[in-house]
């Protein structure tokens, strides 16, 4: 059976320890939470970074914190953001793609983001794909809307981007693609042969899109930055119980779980 990834997005850029207590803002409980995940199942974590205060961060000696904790702990595959937070510069949020951590996201187009603009000129986008090949990072490509999907396949085809490539399809942000079943099979339906892809659900719609994406042969993102909640009114208690649960669906689901090194294979990291 097809081996599953599961990613686990720690902390994202926006969410506060208001809405979480237990949310890891600092390098070291990003480290204990990598951790605490892969132990749980996970392959791969995307990270962004805080500062002390819990504002998010492109900070590249952050990020450099951040992959030396996950690494003294776990073995896991380190995705570092390129979206940052909606009010950043797009040379702000490439500062940690020097670093060449093995993969980083490639955010693929504009779109509302609650009630805030999610800015990707296609200028910015086109920088952002040239530095990623200038530094060997594999780009795992953001999806938020159908429009962004349209573009990967013409960037492909021009060579801007490698084949085959690697998404995510993110489907329930506010302003975005709804958090559907329908929305995530039209999606598939449109991705070129031979990619890989993940799907990251948006508050309620992380399980069962979790679920359905484990049945379409897909891989899984789960984790506070996409939803805080274990069920209807109650938090988790970790990012780590949100990747077991999905782990003890798969094995029901007959998806074994890929480690790391099986992931990095998978998705043609070096
Ligand atoms: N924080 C969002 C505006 C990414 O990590 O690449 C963008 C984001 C996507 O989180
Ligand atoms: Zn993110």
């Not at 995307?46 to 504002?55: E, Y």
């Not at 099979?185 to 799907?199: D, F, H, K, N, R």
């Not at 988790?236 to 890929?258: G, M, T, Y």
Request: aromatic share 6%; with cysteine.
């Amino acid at each position: 059976m097809k081996k599953l990834i599961i990613t686990a997005a720690l902390t994202g850029a926006e969410v506060t320890r208001d809405q979480h207590p237990a949310l890891p803002v600092s390098p070291q409980e990003i480290g204990v939470a990598a951790a605490e995940c892969a132990a749980a199942g996970a392959a791969m974590v995307h990270v962004h970074a805080r500062n002390p205060d819990g504002s998010p961060t492109q900070d590249q000696e952050v990020y450099r914190q951040i992959i030396a904790e996950v690494r003294a702990r776990c073995d896991v595959i380190v995705q570092v953001s390129t979206g940052g937070a909606v009010d950043m510069t797009a040379q702000e949020r490439l500062a940690p793609v020097s670093l060449k951590p093995e993969m980083a996201t490639l955010s693929m187009g504009s779109v509302n983001f609650g009630d805030d603009v999610f800015m990707n000129h296609p200028d910015d986008m086109a920088e952002f794909a040239k530095t990623f090949k200038a530094y060997g990072v594999r780009p795992e490509l953001e999806i938020f809307d159908s429009g962004m999907l349209t573009t990967a396949k013409r960037w492909l085809a021009k060579g801007w981007l490698d084949s085959p490539a690697h998404f995510d399809l993110v489907l329930g942000v506010p302003g975005a693609m709804a958090g559907t079943p329908q929305a995530l099979m039209y999606l598939v339906s449109e991705l070129p042969a031979q990619s890989t892809w993940t799907v990251a659900g948006i508050g309620a719609a992380q399980l069962p899109l979790a679920t359905l994406a484990m049945l379409m042969g897909g891989h899984v993102r789960v984790g506070f930055e996409d939803n805080v909640f274990y069920r209807k009114g109650e938090l988790a208690n970790s990012n780590a119980q949100l990747v077991a649960r999905v782990a003890r669906i798969a094995a029901e689901l007959d998806r074994p779980l890929a480690t790391p090194d099986e992931a990095r294979a998978l998705l043609g990291i070096r």
